[in-house]
């Protein structure tokens, strides 16, 4: 997974707070807004976004957890101004999770997820239903978040 920090973010919409940028691979399948309106595939933000992706700016997970690690006590910082949690397949990789949790002691971190947590509701979607109940995906990604937000 790879992953940048910009210090100092220029996006409106967070302010000028600390944010992370996560791989395109990130984002799971199931997001409703992959490939389909998701602000970050347009503009100023889709340029960084490619580079990340891309592996010339940012680092690994171990990156991320230093840099945040480093941030002040108390530091507000958004998770993902770009990109989803670490995991693949719509699956949350829980370790690396945690990693991310154990770095955010002491911050005020924040970010959001379109990992599946429920089935999805669209008549379109009965085969990824049976997918998700089958291989146990959905308690899998509950219990991650759960864990997280201990």
Same mark, same amino acid.
């Given at each position: 997974?790879?992953?940048?920090?910009?210090?100092? $973010?220029?996006?409106?919409?967070?302010?000028?707070?600390?944010? $992370?940028?996560?791989?395109?691979? $990130?984002?799971?399948?199931?997001?409703?807004?992959?490939?389909?309106?998701?602000? *970050?595939?347009?503009?100023?933000?889709?340029?960084?976004?490619?580079?990340?992706?891309?592996? +010339?700016?940012?680092?690994?997970? +171990?990156?991320?957890?230093? !840099?945040? !690690?480093?941030?002040?006590?108390?530091?507000?910082?958004?998770?993902?101004?770009?990109?989803?949690?670490?995991?693949?397949?719509?699956?949350?990789?829980?370790?690396?999770?945690?990693?991310?949790?154990?770095?955010?002691?002491?911050?005020?971190?924040?970010?959001?997820?379109?990992?599946?947590?429920?089935?999805?509701?669209?008549?379109?979607?009965?085969? !990824?239903?049976?997918?998700?109940?089958? $291989?146990?995906?959905?308690?899998?990604?509950?219990?991650?978040?759960?864990? *997280?937000? *201990?």
């Amino acid at each position: 997974m790879q992953v940048h920090l910009t210090l100092k $973010s220029s996006n409106t919409k967070t302010g000028p707070i600390p944010v $992370s940028t996560t791989e395109k691979a $990130s984002c799971p399948d199931a997001c409703p807004l992959k490939g389909n309106g998701c602000y *970050a595939e347009y503009g100023n933000l889709r340029f960084h976004w490619d580079k990340v992706s891309s592996g +010339e700016r940012g680092g690994d997970i +171990e990156y991320l957890t230093n !840099k945040i !690690k480093s941030l002040p006590r108390g530091q507000l910082w958004r998770h993902n101004q770009a990109g989803d949690l670490p995991g693949s397949n719509n699956k949350i990789n829980c370790e690396a999770l945690k990693m991310l949790v154990t770095a955010n002691k002491g911050k005020r971190g924040f970010t959001y997820t379109h990992y599946p947590v429920t089935l999805p509701t669209t008549s379109k979607s009965s085969n !990824k239903q049976d997918i998700f109940l089958s $291989s146990g995906l959905l308690e899998h990604n509950r219990r991650s978040i759960l864990d *997280a937000n *201990a």
